[in-house]
């Protein structure tokens, strides 16, 4: 069966400093792959899909980064984070031929202080 | 662009039914999901629909799609209290599997 993990769970960072969060995906290949972020109290925003390795497609222009040096492996990024960052950080896969549905991991919750 | 909107709260008691709507934006979307978060966690696929059905039912779960209205709604049945929970809509974009999601339902379950 296939299951997504996501670390750090939690993590509270000061303004100014870098970020990387990760995403692994297992008993799947070649899966689409995606970026949530969800503010306090509000819905989802994507913020990077990926289609296949080193290949990112970025929906809003923002202070973040992804990268995908696997397979099953998405990366989020940023060099100096802003208070603006703050939020619940969603990783997600589909499969290629599927019917789209898109299976979630557990979620990063980032403070930035 | 335009939201995929739902309304933000809903409070039910315990075995009543609940509705949540939604209105998506995209007539050309191929399947339409309904996804359940939990506080804290990550979000879960409850059920989804294929845009040429009129209702889809799931156990306690039955999914009608207007498509003339672009409406959409999860009717939950005997609702209990651990149907509380976030509940969102989300119509496919037909993009490498993107979906748009809703603003999410708020699901309270009163005794």
């Known amino acids: 069966s296939q299951t997504i993990h996501q670390w750090p769970a939690t993590l509270v960072q000061p303004v100014g400093s870098p970020l990387s969060l990760e995403c692994t995906v297992e008993?799947?290949?070649?899966?689409?792959l995606y970026w949530y972020r969800q503010a306090a109290g509000r819905g989802l925003q994507l913020l990077f899909y990926s289609v296949g390795i080193g290949q990112i497609s970025s929906e809003v222009p923002q202070n973040l980064s992804a990268s995908r040096p696997q397979d099953r492996q998405f990366i989020l990024s940023s060099k100096k984070l802003l208070l603006s960052d703050s939020g619940f950080y969603l990783c997600?896969?589909?499969?290629?031929?599927?019917?789209?549905?898109?299976?979630f991991g557990p979620g990063t919750r980032l403070t930035v202080t | 662009g335009e939201d995929v909107e739902q309304s933000l709260f809903l409070s039910v008691r315990e075995g009543d039914s609940s509705v949540i709507n939604c209105t998506y934006t995209d007539s050309s979307s191929t399947y339409l999901y309904w996804y359940k978060q939990e506080p804290g966690a990550g979000l879960q696929l409850l059920t989804y629909?294929?845009?040429?059905?009129d209702m889809k039912q799931d156990q306690r779960l039955t999914v009608l799609l207007n498509k003339k209205d672009k409406h959409l709604s999860l009717r939950i049945a005997d609702t209990q209290t651990g149907d509380s929970a976030i509940y969102f809509c989300a119509e496919d974009t037909g993009t490498a599997s993107k979906l748009t999601f809703g603003t999410g339902t708020r699901l309270q379950v009163t005794l």
């Open positions: 629909i294929f845009s040429n059905m």
């Open positions: 008993g799947t290949s070649n899966p689409n």
């Open positions: 997600a896969w589909s499969v290629k031929a599927g019917n789209g549905e898109q299976y």
